[in-house]
């Protein structure tokens, strides 16, 4: 399955294929038309792959929150939240390779209380200040169990970042909500109320890894 926010790129490289196939099969020299196949076989493979969209059963649990993205856990710190959040909380952070689902999940139900997007630079994803000067949304989503907030922040490569939510909207954790093209991070701001469930260095993916447990 290929997300929806992929269609137009996918469009694009599809049709720029087809024009290297069709060039390819008008030259008459082996070794250049045969790498013009592999060239072209080669980017739609990787676009179809950076674009998948397999489906994910989140679990019931109401007292959890699962992970928004897909790739793996690059920090575990103690924050003092100063946005949306207030206070003592703990900063979860998933770095997300080319080659990991890009499509973004809620982590938990509720409604959508804060959101900004925040026009910024585009450090390294690992870099330590990556979640306060890069280019980034934050959205703040008040659950029963209280506030968590979390954003997409766009890295070196990633550039592009989609977002559907807006204040407001009602959320179930699972649902698609958008996607950061190229990797990057997601970071997760959470209250002391909750209990973390994963390490550094842990593969998560979105929509069914249970990232914290509410106490």
């Given amino acids: 399955m290929i997300t929806k ?8 490289i599809a049709i720029a294929v087809f024009l290297i196939f069709a060039a390819a099969i008008l030259i008459n020299n082996s070794a250049v038309k045969y790498s ?3 060239a072209g076989t080669i980017l739609l493979i990787f676009t179809l792959n950076f674009f998948r969209d397999p489906e994910r059963t989140t679990p019931k649990d109401k007292k959890i929150l699962i992970s928004p993205a897909d790739g793996k856990v690059l920090l575990i710190k103690k924050v003092n939240a100063d946005r949306y ?8 952070s998933i770095f997300m390779s080319p080659l990991n689902v890009h499509v973004n999940r809620i982590p938990i139900d509720g409604k959508v209380e804060y959101f900004k997007y925040v026009e910024g630079e585009f450090l390294t994803a690992f870099h ?3 979640d306060e000067r890069n280019e980034r949304t934050e959205i703040g ?11 997409q922040v766009a ?9 559907d939510l807006k204040v407001g909207d009602n959320v179930k954790a699972g649902e698609r909500f958008g996607m950061i093209k190229f990797g990057s991070r997601v970071d997760i701001i959470l209250p002391e109320n909750h209990e973390i469930a ?3 260095g842990e593969i998560v993916s979105a929509g069914t890894t249970i990232i914290s447990r509410i106490k």
């Fill in 36 to 38: 013009l196949f592999a």
């Fill in 155 to 163: 890295g070196f490569v990633a550039r592009r970042i989609v977002c």
């Fill in 128 to 130: 330590d200040k990556a």
């Fill in 85 to 92: 959040m207030e206070g003592p909380c703990t900063q979860v």
């Fill in 141 to 151: 989503i008040m659950s029963d169990y209280g506030k968590v907030l979390f954003t």
């Fill in 5 to 12: 926010y992929g269609y137009g790129t996918v469009g694009v």
């Fill in 198 to 200: 994963v390490k550094e």
